[in-house]
Every structure is written in structure tokens, then in C-alpha cells.
């Protein structure tokens, strides 16, 4: 959780990415999403392949219900899948791109990108996870403890900050 917080704040704080607004007091907004994921696709001829949204906001995107007299759910409901054909699926992706609900991005937010080329994940000299144990600090041999110190470094390439459109709501 540490890690994906890391490079969720890291990532929102580039110069160069996309933003987008929706209604203040609205709940996101699907349109503006799919607007987001058109954007990316002009300004880098990449598709986006992922979306991270926070789960008050995803919960809200899967209680949209029909205008029409029958009030279904659009996305599936508890049941069963869209329109009552097929089965449930827990986080059904949005627009078809995975979706990643986590509450490391603020409620109000969602990030669509284009994850797979245009950032990468860098780590110190590709050697991952680093784990060292200890036994021999002050008084542990007498208690039987045993420290394990598990340390990674990475850092986050933005190749293309425009592969990102930071969605947010519009101040009032």
C-alpha cells in the first residue's frame, strides 16, 4: 500500500499531465472519463489502458440507474451483470480498461493513463527487494527476537506525462 501511495502521489504531482473537471457537487462523471481516455489517444496515439479511482467514487459509477420507468442498474446489479445478463463481476472495468479502485487516490479524483508506455517503474540497479535479518542486537539471543528489515528503492519515469488526465471536481 506504501508503494502504490508512493507512486500515486508522485505521478499526480508531474508537470505535463492532462486535467479535466467535473460538475461541482456531481458525482464523476463516465462522459468525462471517456473524454479523458480520447484525449490521451489524440495528443499521444497511445491507448490508455488503466483507470485508478477512489471506491466512494466507483461506488457511485456502479449505482447509476436507468431514466427509464424499469430503474436497472447500468453497470450490473448486485446479482447480476448489466442489464441483468451474465454474471457479477466485483470491479467490472470502466470503458473496458482495467480499473484499479484504491483508497491511496483522494475521493473526487480518478487518473486515466496510458500506464504501460508512458511511465515505468525504476529500481536501484534492478536488484527489487533487498532483506537483511539480524540476530545479534542487544538482548536478542536472550528473547529469541529476530529483526528482518525488508528496504526497496524505486523511483517513477514519466516518459510522457500527456499518456495521464487527472480527473478532479470543478471548484465551485
Known amino acids: 500500500a506504501a508503494v502504490e501511495a508512493y507512486l500515486l502521489t508522485t505521478l499526480q504531482s508531474v508537470s505535463g499531465i492532462g486535467t479535466d473537471t467535473y460538475a461541482h457537487n456531481g ?16 495528443d499521444t496515439r497511445f491507448n490508455a489502458d488503466a483507470i485508478i479511482i477512489n471506491p466512494t467514487d466507483y461506488a457511485k ?3 447509476l440507474k436507468t431514466a427509464s420507468g424499469s430503474n436497472e442498474y447500468v453497470g450490473g446489479g448486485f446479482f447480476f451483470g448489466p442489464y441483468g445478463n451474465g ?3 466485483q470491479y467490472p472495468g470502466i470503458w473496458g480498461l482495467n480499473t484499479v479502485v484504491t483508497p491511496n487516490i483522494t475521493a473526487g479524483t480518478v487518473l486515466v493513463g496510458a500506464f504501460k508506455q508512458g511511465a515505468t517503474v525504476v529500481t536501484k540497479a534492478g536488484e527489487g527487494a533487498r532483506i537483511e535479518v539480524h540476530t545479534g542486537d542487544h538482548d536478542d539471543a536472550i528473547y529469541n527476537r529476530v529483526t ?12 510522457r506525462p500527456a499518456a495521464f488526465v487527472k480527473i478532479t471536481e470543478a471548484a465551485s
Not at 27 to 42: C, E, F, G, R
Not at 148 to 159: D, F, P, T
Request: proline fraction near 6%; avoid cysteine; hydrophobic fraction near 45%.
Open 61 to 63: 459509477l456502479r449505482e
Open 27 to 42: 458525482d464523476v462523471d463516465p462522459d468525462t472519463i471517456l473524454d479523458a481516455i480520447m484525449s490521451i489517444k489524440n
Open 148 to 159: 528482518v528489515v525488508v528496504e526497496e528503492r524505486l523511483g517513477l519515469a514519466v516518459r
Open 87 to 89: 454474471p457479477v463481476s
